[in-house]
């Protein structure tokens, strides 16, 4: 596992994070701009939805499929349940606080998701190709959870019935799962006429989309020191690197538990492990705008995000081939 | 030229808002408004910038309403409901518009 | 025809655009930047320009191409007069509303020409390469006829000079002939050069940008729906539907007339069952900005595009083949 | 700190007519503006916005000259005149700025 | 809806000047801004607009920032420290905010 | 060295330029959206930087990087004194305006480094990878010499603090070293990981990043013309060609006295004669605001810049073999 996460740190990925990070924490003025950092990020989104589709369209699709995304669901909506728990003991953050973080870990990072992609390819495994999929079947649940763990704590109100749709049609929930049924349909063809675009330069811009999210996280964390540093406790911080493990855990035990492959298992302990910081920052803006943004984003972007790109990867690479004994 | 007097609502808001509160400027019989996008900015919750998008999620708009004078107090009444509970500015200004029968 | 039909229907191409019509349907907020699909139209109007050089580089030029100007031309100055007398018969839209609209059909869309080249080549097709400069033609003439049709009905006004230069060099025009004439001097050299960028992600490209063509012409249907869908009668779509026909048939005839290859025939039915959506609604807004956006916007992108998308390029493909024997 | 009376004109308008109009002020005498991006907006047109960009092609801008009070009506008879004909609005405020000598 | 009197100040100023500008606020007591892009403008030292980015290093843009009447002269003697050998224009305008408590 | 200049007049990469400088002479409106520019100027610092990174890592490191590096830091250094004696002699500049002008030509531009880089792999060189951080080191130290050049004139003022390390970490100084090390670390399996996307598309990115420079220079160029032409003087003019075969010259001489290769000499003399139009410009505004912008780029970007990109570099390169005796 040593040899793994030394490859990992040492992989161009890993390491144009850490160029991002520094850079802002060094204040340059290095910055990619918006719209091409969300061009990026469609990119990556169409690119592994589409490979997953046609992943499914070459191996067919059984029981596994449908199992998956149950324990995904599952997952997601457990998992705030336990980190609101955690929260609540060890660290000094206020109901919603606490809540509005145990969405983000419930929820998951699809550039984790896709990193991930790349240490199990680069590992030999072919993960099974719905398991994009249930990325995004995991990405909304969580949401509701948190909710439920706010009214539960005397906090709660209505929640406004277009919000739902809202996280339900998030745009990258749509692209994911329409690109992978594009993929699906149009199968190894498909592949052929755009592999060009979508196989070939993909890890390249996955480099340049996370030498921009060391940017945005190393900016974060600039702000919150700047803040005093009073914004987060310890409790907070070792929280964010404890429940990736949980998350990871549970993710591993719920992927062998269904049969997925030791691709598919890491993957899953990878969804377990991440925490969103697009989709569920934007929901709690609206649902929770008393909850504290730098909180949760500091958390789940400045901490567990680093965290599961250096170490938790290869952690989970290397729970998966234990548990499939592979 | 013929000016009118008018009043100039400026409303900045975070773009995950923007729908609600021209939903709620539509209810309240508000047609007409322009939002400006917005590149950073510092308040009570700290400062924060489009390209470090952080502490913001998808960043801020600013949403400018010209107005006749007496219908200003529904405008008020329909945005506030939709700001109160979050982050954001109000700021209403005297003007004069040209071709009242915009407005 | 009905195999090549299907077959388009399930091109990632065509797929991708149904994905972006979808999704502004159900109003989910995946959005391409404008910065990002700004760049994508550079790309492909550059890579088509530059590949159409080249082809002529290749195989030298002759008589065909002033005459399939020439024609191009022609059916610009043309199908606006056709459309507009069909408008006057079948819808009740206004003379300026008309007129406005029949500019746009006289013109092109650059995308459906591309999707065109695409589908050709698919067919193992090698059109003539100079169609990229009939097409850089085609784009202004329409709109001087539909400023005519205006004054003869009693409603002109004197034309800004400064507009017809900047119809003439609008960005897309200059850029399709530039890199046209780039291709045309570097040759199959210069080609190399840059083949892996112009070349191989082609495809992909076009499939995001689809994806975001779909996505606008989704929110402008949408749009039109919510205001009552009162802007356009029956007659108009009607007319939307039937005018490519009407403009692909005359343009195939003209590129059988002229002595096209297949997929020139092929590329000259495209032009002219085409609407354009970009450089004459601009030009409209300087030259009639009494006439309204939503008109012809709607039927130019939201009902002539996606029918010639999904239907129409393989309804001229055949024609073509059975124009020329083929 | 010193302030001088003058006059904040904001023009709301179609990116195609952004040259035309300020063509028309540069020949009105008026040499100071900024212009401001747009990303969307509602009115007596409907409702657009910058990335369903269907309805105003290459979306709209909004031009701001501050000016000395006493050429507020040559600046308003030059942007009248190409604006006219369009969609958009003309909004004047009363406002001081430091540095007269810029104006 | 109660609304209190304050002051709108519009600072439109190179790209290059922004942090400088903001952290001078900052030092003067003033912690509320907004930051708008800016596409273009014309004054003094020629046209200029963002793409064709020659004659200013990264282009300009406006800091608008709402503040108590009584602390406009802070904020102008901060500003103005910053902005003297600069291009750019200061504009300030009456106006009225709700939710005083944030100003 | 008449064949080198011709063939490179008739590359892709100088016809694109060309093709920009055209449309914006004409007054086209063909623009490339901001965001794309810099995206694609990012993917260019990256992916030389990368590159040159992984050529170190394959080649080993000599004394020659310290040694190219001191070479450089002098040239940039002294560049500005020679400029602004010049200056003042055959131009009616003043003394702002001259030192600021002389900070650009001791400075670097990137873009034409990368356009040599391209140049020298046409000819068949490999240039020492460690250029690149000479190119790095060159793009401060004239700003350094400028200001002193203003103080010893009696106009000098105390430099801000922060000015200095904006400059020193100005963000594609921390790309090209970042990326720089990201490679040289990664080495050669990094660079097969990612070279679909930073090597193959390259010089295609490259040519539309031209298109833009044209552009860009061509607006530049219209604006000072309407401006009265009067701001800048024949001797100004003449300045911006005399002065890169100047620096030119003396980067070469500098090239191969420290030893490099053929090609290292010919990207020492292409970054003794380009002259900044980014990080420099920025600087100037804020450490000299009376200077006036439209002097120092009309010159870098208008007339030192095409200059070289069509006739500077095959002189140089010229130049370099000749020195090298190759
Ligand atoms: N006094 C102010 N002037 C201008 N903009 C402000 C002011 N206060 C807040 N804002 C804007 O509103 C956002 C949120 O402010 P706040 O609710 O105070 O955190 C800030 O990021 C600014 O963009
Ligand atoms: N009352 C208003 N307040 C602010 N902006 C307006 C108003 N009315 C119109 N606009 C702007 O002007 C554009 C065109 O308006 P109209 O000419 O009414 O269609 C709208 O899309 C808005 O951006
Ligand atoms: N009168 C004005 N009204 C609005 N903006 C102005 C005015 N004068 C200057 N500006 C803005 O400030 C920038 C620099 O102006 P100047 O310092 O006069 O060169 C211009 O490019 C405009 O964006
Ligand atoms: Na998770
Ligand atoms: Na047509
Ligand atoms: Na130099």
Redesign the pocket.
């Known amino acids: 596992m040593l040899d793994l996460a030394a490859a990992n740190l040492l992989s161009p990925m890993v390491l144009c994070f850490g160029l991002g990070l520094l850079a802002a924490l060094l204040r340059s003025d290095l910055t990619i701009p918006e719209a091409v950092a969300k061009g990026m990020s469609i990119y990556l989104l169409f690119a592994i939805g589409f490979k997953g589709g046609v992943a499914v369209a070459e191996n067919g699709i059984d029981a596994g499929l449908a199992l998956a995304i149950g324990a995904g669901v599952l997952l997601s909506f457990g998992l705030p349940v336990i980190a609101f728990t955690l929260l609540q003991r060890i660290s000094g953050l206020s109901v919603l606080d606490a809540a509005a973080v145990a969405a983000h870990y419930g929820s998951i990072s699809i550039v984790t998701f896709v990193a991930a992609t790349s240490v199990t390819e680069a590992a030999g495994l072919r993960p099974e190709g719905y398991m994009v999929a249930v990325a995004a079947a995991m990405e909304a649940p969580a949401i509701l959870s948190a909710l439920w763990l706010v009214a539960r704590n005397g906090q709660g109100r209505a929640m406004e019935p277009d919000l739902l749709r809202e996280i339900l049609l998030n745009g990258s929930i749509v692209l994911l799962i329409g690109s992978f049924v594009i993929g699906w349909i149009t199968g190894p063809q498909g592949l052929t006429e755009i592999s060009a675009f979508i196989t070939a330069p993909f890890k390249g811009v996955l480099c340049l989309f996370l030498l921009d999210m060391g940017l945005v996280a190393g900016r974060g964390l600039r702000a919150n020191r700047q803040g005093g540093g009073k914004v987060l406790d310890r409790g907070a911080i070792a929280f964010a690197l404890i429940m990736p493990l949980i998350g990871g855990g549970l993710g591993a035990l719920a992927g062998a538990g269904v049969g997925l492959s030791t691709g598919g298992v890491m993957l899953m302990a990878t969804l377990g492990a991440s925490a969103s910081y697009i989709a569920v920052p934007a929901a709690m803006r609206v649902a929770l705008p008393e909850a504290n943004p730098s909180v949760y984003l500091t958390l789940s972007l400045g901490v567990t995000f680093p965290f599961n790109l250096t170490i938790g990867l290869p952690a989970y690479l290397w729970l998966a081939q234990t548990l499939n004994g592979a | 030229m013929q000016m009118h007097p008018a009043k100039r609502v400026e409303i900045t808001i975070e773009a995950v808002m923007e729908r609600r509160l021209t939903e709620a400027l539509a209810g309240a019989g ?6 400006l996008p917005v590149m950073g900015g510092s308040g009570r919750s700290g400062v924060w910038s489009r390209e470090g998008q952080v502490g913001r999620a998808g960043g801020m708009v600013q949403v ?4 006749r004078p007496d219908r200003l107090d529904g405008l008020l009444d329909a945005a506030f409901a939709v700001v109160e509970r979050h982050i954001g500015v109000v700021c209403i200004t005297d003007c004069a518009v040209l071709r009242a029968e ?2």
Do not use: A, D, M
Not at chain 2, 30 to 35: M, Q
């Open positions: 508000v047609t007409g408004w322009t939002v400018v309403c010209l107005i915009r407005f």
